[in-house]
């Protein structure tokens, strides 16, 4: 089995990965694999606790190492779509992709059932069809790749910025700037393995990467603030991360410090709303924008009344 690390799996450990794409096998077993030189990182053999890198290319020689996971049909809000990629509306709650302790409900159970063996598979099985991905809880725009050709013309597109994604968050407290862009650089919490930290408050980090995030005011609120994000990287959790850390974490965000929520909601309310990007093989340039969700709209009522 080859799996290619995407930006949302760097920082993580060899063994750490693997336990969540291999449940079959125990991390001890992983580990004994990955000394015993069965499984190779860009065709090297490396130590367990080797930090992943995006692009690091994992041969793993066993055959049962896969997730087992079937086809659902599950309704997808298909926004745009052509021969080679489709643009869906990911819901709010819904994985992007099966993961060891879940395999039923996500995005790629749906998109297999709708499209079965047309999608891409150069990020393996469990990610058929998957180019990016968006959090659980974060709803809107996400791209998927119908073919492998397709795939890398995307990555390629996103690794080189030539693409435009926009958020729309409700963030806590007032933003007083109009517009301004947060550059702070990106990293895994040696502390918690779950976030990602910008540094400081006494966290030492590696392996930290250049993030920009664009704001831009929409409307403010008594002690609330909508704003647009210009996601001009993509590192893991970065709006939720470059907010907190600026002391605006998006509203009900529990993981980055939103702290006790007045209006109950699912987690961030976050969601990803403009998409504009070239057509595959092409030069038309597609451009994308979704009305806010349910979770978003009893939010933005709330502090409207």
Known sequence: MKIIADEFSEGLRIDSFLAGVMPDFSRSKIQSLIKSGK???????KKPSYALRAGDILDCDTEDAVIKF????????????????????????????????????????????????????INGEFRRGIVHRLDRNTSGLIMTAKNNKTHE????????????????????????????????????????????????????????????????VLERFKDATLVELDLITGRTHQIRVHMASIGHPVYNDTLYGFGKMKIKTEEQVLEAYKLEFKKPFSDEVIRLEIPPDEKFEKVLKALRN
């Open 39 to 45: 499984i190779l990182v860009n065709n090297s053999a």
């Open 70 to 121: 079937e086809p659902e049909n599950i309704p997808l809000d298909i926004v745009w779509e052509d021969e080679n990629m489709a643009v869906i509306n990911k819901p709010s709650g819904m994985l992007t992709h099966p993961t060891a302790n879940e395999t039923t409900g996500t995005l790629v159970n749906a998109l297999l059932y709708k499209y079965g063996e047309n999608l891409s598979d």
């Open 153 to 216: 013309y995307l990555a390629g597109e996103i690794k080189e910025r030539r693409f435009s994604k926009k958020y729309l968050a409700i963030v806590k407290g007032v933003i007083e700037k109009d517009e301004f862009l947060i550059d702070l650089p990106i990293a895994r919490n040696p502390r918690q393995p779950n976030k990602m930290t910008t540094g400081g408050g006494g966290v030492n980090v590696e392996g930290e990467k250049e993030s920009y995030t664009g704001v831009k």
